[in-house]
C-alpha cells in the first residue's frame, strides 16, 4: 500500500474531531505491540515538532522581513 492509501484510509476512519472512529482503534491499533505503538507516537511527535518550528520560522521571516530584530 502506499502512503497515500493508508492516509486515506485513515482519513476515512476519523471522527470530525479527528480522533480515531473506536472500532478502528481498536482493530488497528490492537495489532500492534505496545513497543511498536510508543515508536508511532514518537514519530507522530517528532513531526508535530518540526511542522510547529517550521511555522515559527515563517513568522520571523515575515517579521525580519518588515525589519523587525527577532531574538528568543
Known amino acids: 500500500?502506499?502512503?497515500?492509501?493508508v492516509v486515506d484510509?485513515?482519513?476515512a476512519n476519523q471522527n470530525n474531531n479527528k480522533t480515531l472512529k473506536s472500532l478502528f482503534a481498536s482493530q488497528f491499533l490492537g495489532k500492534f505491540s505496545e513497543e511498536e505503538l510508543v515508536g508511532l507516537k514518537k514519530s507522530i511527535e517528532k513531526e508535530i515538532k518540526t511542522r510547529q518550528q517550521s511555522v515559527v520560522?515563517?513568522?520571523?521571516?515575515?517579521l525580519q522581513s518588515l525589519g523587525?530584530?527577532?531574538e528568543k
Do not use: H, N, S
Open 1 to 5: 500500500m502506499k502512503p497515500k492509501g
Open 68 to 70: 523587525y530584530k527577532v
Open 57 to 62: 520560522d515563517e513568522k520571523i521571516a515575515f
Open 9 to 11: 484510509y485513515i482519513r
